[in-house]
């Protein structure tokens, strides 16, 4: 390989720092400064989580739509959303943090026993209003411990306690949930498609289940923990009752606090990782099509990332092809994991004593990434013109 002709850059934010599309620009320059004929393909990525709708809009050209949703509290705001077309299908892209997600609420408004999903349900129900009938959904960082209950209320569906009073949908009426009425449900969610990224393997319930595991960060204490775990396991039980469906051991339903679960029971639809959601839709194997090199990259790196993060996908699709691929992080702290992966290389853009603060400023990782990229390939480049 004496020279570079096709270079895939396809890098996670570095959070608080740069976004995917400026990771990958800084490349590009380091790149070009030892390959100048290089074609660089510029890929924007994201894990499903923040950052997914961005990623998907503009690698694909979708429009971006802003509609009037709740809170996880109930209180009105407006919530983001994308629409793209996919093989022909109007799609929608929606991360529901934007909704119900914790930063938008205040610490001492944190809890789980009240919030809900509703607002998710809302984004949905707009979406299909607009003819969207395919939905990639990322559910991380959630507020919320209603097992989707807020989200299906929104789209129609109806819970009842045993004295036939509708309940509202959240972490406190799970427990009272005796009957559940699908009738109202809006008939375009019926014929819709729904992928769910979905990166935690936690069941419905249970001690590693949604309440146990995720509802203390969202301020439960343990009275809570335990009353919500209770309700998630009367509710599962309920669905198995009147839809035959048990989604208790189900990996991935606890996420979101039960929301994975609810999607699949009353939705069908398929969970999956969040980057391989984004590679499908973006069509990433197609884009790898005769590359000599990739490079991804995330703003940690470490045993986490082994776990299926944007770094981890994006080298399991290289690898089927047999293209090397480089992993550059803000901070890097190297494990077996990480070396068993089978990266050609990985690499911290910090070579120099920094506080983090100067660390993640723009212009100082802009500068260390350009540098630390054209530090690697001269390297490369010496190597294969001299072996």
Known sequence: MKDMKKIIVASDSFKGSLTSIEVANAVEIGIKNVFPQCNVIKTNVADGGEGTVEAIIKSLGGDLYTTAVTDPLGRPIEAEYGVVNLNGVKTAVIEMSSASGLPLLLPDEQNPWITSTYGTGEMILDALNRGCRKFLVGIGGSATNDAGTGMLSALGV?????????????????????????SSLVPEARKSEFIVACDVNTPFCGLNGAAHVFAPQK?????????????????????????????????????????????????NARLTKGIEMVLDAIGFDSILEGADLVITGEGRIDFQTATGKTAAGILRHAKQKGIPTLAIGGSVEICQELKEMGFIGIYSIINTPISLEKAMQKDSATANMQSTVEQILTTIKYYTENK
Do not use: H
């Open 219 to 267: 301020g439960a204490d343990p009275q809570m923990v335990k009353a919500l775990d209770d309700g998630m396991y009367s509710f599962a039980k309920i669905i198995a009752e009147q839809f035959q469906k048990d989604i208790i051991p189900l990996s991935g339903a606890g996420a979101a606090g039960g929301l994975g679960g609810a999607f699949k029971a009353f939705l």
């Open 158 to 182: 109806k819970f009842f306690d045993s004295q036939g009073q509708r309940l509202k949908g959240c972490g406190k009426d799970l427990k009272s949930i005796a009957q559940i009425d699908m």
